[in-house]
């Protein structure tokens, strides 16, 4: 793009401004003075655009579709008209609490309506909201509640998802044990389920939304005042808290999700991400209804009451764009098309696809069994610091190949370095780590509270650039294909873990002395989680060992974390200045024994072998 400002400056123009920016684009990616701001005087209220300005037009539209867990229990089909008061409502409840501008507020909720009505009035009075996905551990919870200095935390009483309840209030409880006891508790009485209470700390959201004015004044914000705190795992230290702004963010995600999805006016949309994730923050929350778009929210899971119920939902509300992970589809692949064809998937018209590369086979049985052959597919790329797509087809404007993500999306610039000189990889046909050489806006900001270790993380190693931590190929047309992480972040069912993070679970343990852990192929979750364990002197390994292990980091972090294989390591393998070579274990675990590359600077050579002997077997 030659004219970066023009452009950005016209589509800056799809929001409502307080006050107009003069100002469109000020980015700097200079490692040590790193800068994003777009739209920086500018004014704006990101509930007004997601709500307000649709009053006029669309106050009886349908704004949400909640379909819940149970499927003979009523959809509920909110209008824009009772968005409004409902978030209106909620946002005099948090002012009630205390809550001011610039203040932190944790969202720790399931897929209830409830969960966009918190994300939306904290955005009214100028909050920060971080929400914290409902599959997390109390410590997991406590851990972000204290990194971001909440004032308060909102969650339910407990969660239905496929049949069963988490007990998320008692999580919150348990959690709050380790944070500052001035931390407000919110509960939203979801099922009714009896929970404890203290007085005087935990308020009862919806009674308390029926005592409070019905309006409340959106807060003027600047375009720069960060929206929203995500928090995702690196590849080293603690998760990072991904700050997100307000002006630049929901311009790129109102664009995106209108081209990406070719978003119409009545169209029916479905994400069936979860809110706990960016892709349920830019495209089931604030890119549909900064567009004034029908979202559905799914309280449920692909396989409940059986593996036919994606399709029913989609049949019962009439979907017109479906989005999913590429784990979903292979795992209702396996349970064979005859659930698919149950139902009439004539509403139809654009499918896609996020969260780690789609294998050609699964793309494929899903252009085939649920777009008939007639549903373009976008297979989007972008991260949670990306703010929304990077790399993505447009519906019938891209030709499709099964497994690429196609070409960069409007005003997006990558470039392929070769990952070991930094070397620009010009042409077609290339290999190299991926990165970015212009920001967009919406680009994540910073890291809450660490800018140094955000330009540390995303600018440092290939200087002047983005770099995103993925691999990637440019083929002879020009189409980018995604390899994957070349960190040591692993993709398990499209969730992003740490490697680091499940490692320093495992030595919290007392009967661990070390662990390494590393990402090895699933048929079903793309990756899965290979854990090397070295127990303390003295400790036996067993089953029952084994499953206390996989019991404990499901307590640390949260069952996602949970290693499918844990292989017990008198030893791991080192360099002789004691680094882990990850390579190696890698390897093993990829079951690849010809390919151990170059092993000469092992300290005990004697490690591997009994490594590769002991190998768990995972086919
Ligand atoms: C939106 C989201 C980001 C990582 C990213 C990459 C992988 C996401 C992908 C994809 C291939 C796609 N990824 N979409 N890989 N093709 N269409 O998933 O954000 O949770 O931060 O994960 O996911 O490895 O770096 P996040």
Redesign the pocket.
Known sequence: MNDPDAFWGREGKRLDWVTPYTKVKNTDFTMGKVSIKWFEDGVLNVAVNCIDRHLPSRANQTAIIFEPDDPSAPARHISYGELSESVNRFANVLLSQGVMRGDRVVIYLPMIPEAAYAMLACARIGAVHSVVFAGFSPDALANRINDCGAKVVITCDTAPRGGRRTPLKSNADAALLHCSDRVRCLVVKHTGDQTTWVQGRDVDVLAQMKEVAPDCPPRPMNAEDPLFILY?SGSTGKPKGVVHSSGGYLCYAAMTHQMVFDYKDGDVYWCTADVG???GHSYIVYGPLANGGTTLMFEGVPNFPDPGRFWAVCEKHKVNQFYTAPTAIRSLMGQGPEWVDKYDLTSLRVLG??????NPEAWVWYDKHVGKGRCPIV???????TGGHMITSLPGAIDTKPGS?TLPFFGVKPVVLDAATAAVQEGNGVEGVLCFSDSWPGQMRTIWGDHERFMETYFQQYPGTYF???GCRRDEDGYYW?T??VDDVI?VS???MGTAEVESALVAHVKVAEAAVVGYPHSLKGQGIYAYVTLMNGIEPSDDLRKELETWVRTEIGPIAKPDLIQWAPGLPKTRSGKIMRRILRKIAENDFGALGDISTLADPSVVEDLIENRQNHG
Not at 379 to 385: L, R, V, Y
């Open positions: 995702t994730w960016v892709t696809t996020v969260g780690e590369p789609i297979d989007t790329f972008w991260q949670t610091e993500a995103t931590g993925d995604i994957g992480r993709n499209g969730h992003r």
